[in-house]
C-alpha cells in the first residue's frame, strides 16, 4: 500500500491491519506524553482546497503524534486563488520535499490524479463525492470497539447518499469486512450507479430501524446541492430524520453514528444526538488513532 | 528469533539445540532469585516483557518470583517498533501490544525482558519507550540469551547463557506459549540486515 486513496484498494487483511494498528496506537493518546518518535524528519503536508476544520486538525493532531514536520496549505489566500493549478502546487510541494500530501479536494478524483504527480504517499481526505477512506475507518474502528464485531453486523447508512463521500466508503470498506449495509435515502439522493455497489437500498427508514445494528446518519450537505432535491426540510425530516419515537425502536444494543457536523433537528434530534449510544464524540477521537495508523503504515516504512 | 515473530523451520532443520527446556526451566529460575536477591526482596519490582517472545519470559519470571515471595508481581508487555531506528530500512511492520500495569512505572525497579541481546538497539528502543511512559527509579535488563555483537554500549543484568556466536549464524528462541515447545537453536543465517536485538 502506497496511498490510500479509496477504501476498495484495502483488502481484509490490511483493513484489519489498519484497525489493530490503531487500536494499539489508542493507548497514545491517554498517556502525559503523547507522543511517538516513528516520524522524525518527515513532512506531510495538509492541502486542503475545501474548509475542514473537523479532519485538518484530525490529521495534523495525528502527524504531530508521530513526530511529523506538518504544513497547512489552505486553498484560499494562496497561489490557489492565484489561478495556480492543482499539478503546480503538487510540483511545488514535491519540490519542498513534502514525504506525504493529505489532499482534501471539492472534485471527485483529484487524490487520485494528485498521486500521479508527487513521490510521496497520498492520503484521500476527501475528494468531492467519490470517496473519504480515513472517515470510513474510524468508523468502523467505532463500530468494532462499541459492538466488539464486524462480520454479519447490520448497517444502515441514511440520508444524503448522493452527496456522500463518507457513504461510498463505507459502503466498500464495511462490505471487505463481512458486514450489511442498507442505504436508507429518499429516491432523489440516491445514485444512479448505486446498483453497482454491494448494498441494498430502501426508501423506508421505519422498515430497516430494527433491523439495525448501526444506524449512521449522513449530513444533508446543503451546499452541494444546485437542485431540489425533497420538498422541505420539515419533510425530510419526518421521513428520515432520526426522533426520540424511532430511536425507541431501535435494538437496545444498536449505536447511532454520525460524521459530523451534525444539523440538530433535521436529521437527528438533540436528544438522541446527545444519548450514550450516539457516538459522535468516539469517532472523533478515534479518527486520530486512525490517522496515526495510516500515517504510520504508509510512511513508517521504507 | 525473527522479526515477524515466527520460528523459521528451515533453520530449525539444520540448527543445533544449545539450550533445551530443563536448560531454559533452570535459567529462568536462577534469573528470578537473582532479581530477587538485587532487589532485597522485589517489592518495587515491575518485569516488562518485548514482544513478541520476551513477554512470555517476562510472565515466567514472575510466576516464579511470586512463587517464592508470596505476593503479585506486576508484569506487562513493552512494544518498541515505534521507536526502532531501523523503521525505514523494512515495511512498516505490525505494532506488538504495550500493556502497563496500571500501578505505572513511576519509582518502579523496571527489568526489561527479552528473548535474545544482539546489537543491543532494541533495548535502546525500549529505554526510549520507557521514557515516554513514565519515570522508573532503575532499569534493568534481563534476557534468555546473550550473543554478543553489541552496537551500543548495553550491558545485561541478568543473562541465561551467554552463547558466543559468529555473525553468521541465527540464534531462534522457542517458547511453549507460541511456539509448542521450548529450545534456543543456533544455526546458519540466512541473508538480512541486523534485525534481532
Not at chain 1, 516513528?38 to 504531530?64: I, P, Q, W
Not at chain 1, 461510498?168 to 455497489?197: F, I, Y
Request: proline share 5%; hydrophobic share 40%; glycine share 8%.
Amino acid at each position: 500500500m502506497r496511498h490510500l486513496l479509496s477504501t476498495g484498494d484495502l483488502s481484509r487483511d490490511e483493513a484489519l491491519l489498519v484497525l489493530d494498528t490503531a487500536a494499539e496506537l489508542a493507548q497514545v493518546g491517554d498517556r502525559s506524553v503523547k507522543k511517538l518518535p516513528t516520524l522524525r524528519g518527515r513532512t506531510v503536508v495538509n492541502l486542503f482546497y475545501e474548509d475542514s476544520t473537523r479532519t485538518r486538525t484530525s490529521f495534523e493532531l495525528a502527524a504531530k503524534r508521530l513526530s511529523a514536520d506538518v504544513v497547512n496549505f489552505s486553498a484560499k489566500g494562496s497561489s490557489v486563488a492565484k489561478g495556480e493549478s492543482l499539478k503546480d502546487t503538487a510540483l511545488t510541494l514535491q519540490a519542498m520535499g513534502a514525504d506525504s500530501v493529505v489532499v482534501r479536494h471539492s472534485a471527485s478524483g483529484a487524490a487520485h490524479r494528485l498521486s500521479e504527480w508527487v513521490d510521496g504517499a497520498v492520503l484521500n481526505a476527501g475528494d468531492g463525492t467519490h470517496e473519504h477512506p480515513t472517515q470510513a475507518l474510524l468508523d468502523v474502528f467505532t463500530m468494532r470497539e462499541r459492538l466488539g464485531r464486524l462480520e454479519g453486523l447490520r448497517v444502515a447508512i441514511v440520508g444524503d447518499v448522493l452527496h456522500s463521500r463518507v457513504a461510498r466508503s463505507n459502503v466498500l470498506l464495511l462490505h471487505t469486512l463481512g458486514a450489511e449495509v442498507t442505504l436508507v435515502a429518499p429516491p432523489t439522493l440516491v445514485p444512479v450507479s448505486v446498483h453497482t455497489w454491494p448494498c441494498s437500498v430502501s426508501y423506508d427508514l421505519d422498515a430497516v430501524l430494527p433491523k439495525s445494528d448501526v444506524v449512521m446518519l449522513l449530513r444533508v450537505q446543503a451546499e452541494r446541492m444546485h437542485d431540489a432535491f425533497f420538498p422541505t426540510a420539515r419533510e425530510y425530516s419526518r421521513r428520515y430524520g432520526l426522533d426520540a419515537e424511532r430511536f425507541a425502536r431501535m435494538q437496545d444494543d444498536a449505536i447511532v453514528m454520525h460524521p459530523g457536523p451534525m444539523v440538530r433537528g433535521m436529521e437527528i434530534s438533540a436528544e438522541v444526538a446527545d444519548s450514550a449510544r450516539t457516538t459522535v464524540n468516539e469517532q472523533v477521537a478515534n479518527g486520530v488513532s486512525v490517522r496515526m495508523a495510516v500515517l504510520y503504515l504508509l510512511l513508517g516504512g521504507s | 528469533m525473527y522479526a515477524d515473530g515466527s520460528a523459521d523451520p528451515r533453520a530449525a532443520a539444520t540448527a543445533r539445540t544449545v539450550l533445551d527446556g530443563p536448560e531454559i526451566d533452570r535459567a529462568l529460575t536462577r534469573i528470578a532469585h537473582e532479581i530477587l536477591e538485587r532487589s532485597k526482596g522485589g517489592g518495587d519490582v515491575t518485569l516488562l516483557g518485548i514482544p513478541s517472545r520476551g513477554v512470555p519470559l517476562a510472565e515466567r519470571l514472575a510466576e516464579r518470583i511470586e512463587r517464592v515471595e508470596g505476593r503479585a508481581v506486576p508484569r506487562g508487555s513493552l512494544d518498541i517498533t515505534m521507536y526502532r531506528d531501523d523503521l525505514r530500512l523494512a515495511p512498516a511492520r505490525a505494532l506488538g501490544r504495550t500493556d502497563i500495569p496500571p500501578e505505572g512505572i513511576d519509582g518502579r525497579l523496571v527489568v526489561l525482558v527479552d528473548d535474545v541481546l544482539f546489537s543491543g538497539r532494541t533495548v535502546r528502543a525500549a529505554l526510549d519507550a520507557l521514557n515516554d511512559i513514565g519515570r522508573p527509579r532503575t532499569v534493568q535488563l534481563a534476557v534468555l540469551v546473550d550473543r554478543g555483537h553489541r552496537e551500543l554500549p548495553v550491558r545485561a543484568d541478568y543473562v541465561g547463557k551467554n552463547l558466543p556466536t559468529s555473525l553468521r549464524e541465527t540464534v531462534t528462541v522457542q517458547l511453549s506459549e507460541p511456539d509448542g515447545h521450548d529450545a534456543v537453536l543456533l544455526g546458519p543465517a540466512k541473508p538480512r540486515p541486523g534485525e534481532e536485538g
